[in-house]
């Protein structure tokens, strides 16, 4: 397995990563989509400010059962818009994926008047354990909103 593929393995796996920019780490809900972690923030949904704006994005995933970090990789920001080649199949895997959604029939539509999609696609850089700080390996992410 490249490492490439260990990133979609491990995002497949679990309901939440982190994604850090701007100095912060946020937890993030998303979906795994064809080559890319993607995400659905702003309005009611999850906040990440300002991500639209970043050209790139750290993601951070741990394992499901020990919460212990994995891997790191850097990932390229692609914002996805309204009838955009991949608005369709992502916004779907988003509504499908995402739980407790009190407005099902309408979700999409509010996502496209309040929100931001973005596509996170992992670069080939991908950091292993024995690649990053221990003092970060060990321990949960500071989590801020």
């Known amino acids: 397995m490249n490492r490439t593929d260990l990133v979609a393995e ?7 990563l982190w994604v850090s920019y701007g100095r ?6 998303h979906e795994w989509v064809g080559d890319a972690v993607c995400v659905v923030a702003g309005g009611t949904e999850q906040p ?19 919460r212990a970090l994995v891997a ?5 920001v692609e914002v996805v818009v309204p009838g955009s080649e991949h608005w369709d199949p992502v916004t779907t895997a988003l509504k499908a994926g995402r739980l ?3 407005d099902s029939d309408g979700a999409i539509d509010r996502w496209a008047r ?6 996170l696609v992992p670069t080939d850089e991908v950091a292993l ?8 390996a060990h321990t949960a992410p500071h989590l801020t909103r």
């Open 24 to 29: 912060r780490v946020h937890p993030v809900w």
């Open 72 to 76: 790191e990789a850097p990932a390229r």
């Open 129 to 136: 354990p024995d690649q990053i700080s221990t003092r970060i």
């Open 48 to 66: 990440l400010p300002d991500i639209e704006r970043h050209e790139t994005v750290l993601l951070s995933l741990r394992s499901k059962s020990t």
């Open 114 to 119: 309040e929100s931001v999609v973005v596509r």
């Open 100 to 102: 407790n959604l009190s």
């Open 10 to 16: 491990l995002a497949k796996k679990s309901g939440l």
